[in-house]
């Protein structure tokens, strides 16, 4: 998977998140809604992290061990 635009990583989750909302969970999912899952995964783990005090080499350090 190459040159998908941060706008398109968006809009795929947003568009996977509210299929799965309102039960369509009968498809499968594609290589760029899984890709933006784990990125928003993460972001979420480092915005805790941030808000914990931790400093950014000690978040980088963590998500890297966790991921």
Known sequence: ???VSNGD???TFAKKRNEITHSA???KFSNVEIVSYLLVKRLVH?????RSNFTTDE???IIN???
């Open 46 to 50: 480092c915005i805790i992290l941030k």
């Open 9 to 11: 990583l968006a809009q």
């Open 59 to 61: 978040i980088a350090e």
């Open 25 to 27: 969970l009968s498809k």
């Open 65 to 67: 061990r966790i991921f």
């Open 1 to 3: 998977m190459t040159n």
